[in-house]
């Protein structure tokens, strides 16, 4: 499976602030995705990013709030927006197998801790 | 709206005994069911999978039950290791409205196997 790295891999932020997440993969791929994951809560998906279109957010999550980009098959950064302690998160890309599976590979994630 | 629930937000086993997670789902359009494996300050680790054409698959000390008319799955370790305390998410997948494929999280269930 692709090897697949987030910077940062943690920060703590001051409310009002932005932060850019980014996720690079060592083999090109279609299709990228990012995830949140809140305290004591599961996976929520906030959008898929192909490259050279828009992304696509899930319901609950808007563009202005979370902008991502997805410059070529190998990169893609989630910025979290305007930041309130209720961002603080885990916030996780990932990767589809390809083929005839729908297994998806995660990143390590990036611990954002919002004051 | 739930769709995936891990009812059992805990499990403990002893080492060499049988660990039984489980998973219900609600969406009769899922059709592909993975079981990932996260430790602390990592990235979800993809561990098994199963279609819903089957109803069991099995690798190595790991097998998932699938009950497609229960709606119901489980992921069966045997035996259990104290290096297989993680949180253990179920996740099910299906190919959405805007063609894209998503996976649906579970809200994680904590295994702590002690020696």
């Known amino acids: 499976s692709a090897v697949i790295s987030q910077k940062p891999s943690r920060d703590i932020c001051q409310r009002g602030t932005s932060l850019t997440i980014q996720c690079q993969v060592d083999?090109?791929?279609?299709?990228m995705f990012w995830y949140r994951q809140q305290p004591g809560q599961s996976l929520t998906l906030i959008a898929t990013?192909?490259?050279?279109?828009?992304?696509?957010?899930e319901s609950g999550f808007v563009i202005d709030k979370f902008p991502i980009s997805r410059p070529n098959l190998t990169f893609s950064t989630l910025t979290v927006s305007n930041m309130s302690p209720e961002d603080s998160s885990i916030y996780l890309c990932?990767?589809?197998?390809?083929?005839?599976?729908?297994?998806?590979?995660f990143g390590p994630g990036t611990r954002l801790t919002v004051l | 709206d739930q769709q995936v629930k891990q009812n059992s937000p805990s499990l403990s086993v002893q080492e060499g005994r049988i660990s039984i997670l489980n998973c219900d789902y609600t969406n009769s359009m899922f059709d592909y069911f993975l079981w990932y494996k996260k430790y602390p300050a990592e990235g979800p680790t993809f561990l098994i999978s199963?279609?819903?054409?089957?109803d069991k698959n099995e690798d190595g000390r790991f097998t998932v039950f699938l009950n497609k008319s229960a709606k119901h799955l489980s992921l069966h370790i045997v035996p259990s290791q104290p290096g297989d305390s993680a949180v253990y998410f179920c996740?099910?997948?299906?190919?959405?409205?805007?063609?894209?494929?998503?996976?649906?999280f579970g809200t994680g269930t904590r295994l702590l196997v002690s020696p």
């Open positions: 199963i279609s819903s054409i089957k």
């Open positions: 990013a192909n490259q050279g279109s828009e992304a696509t957010y």
């Open positions: 996740a099910a997948s299906a190919i959405m409205n805007t063609g894209f494929q998503k996976l649906v």
């Open positions: 083999s090109q791929v279609t299709m």
């Open positions: 990932s990767l589809n197998s390809g083929g005839a599976t729908d297994t998806q590979y």
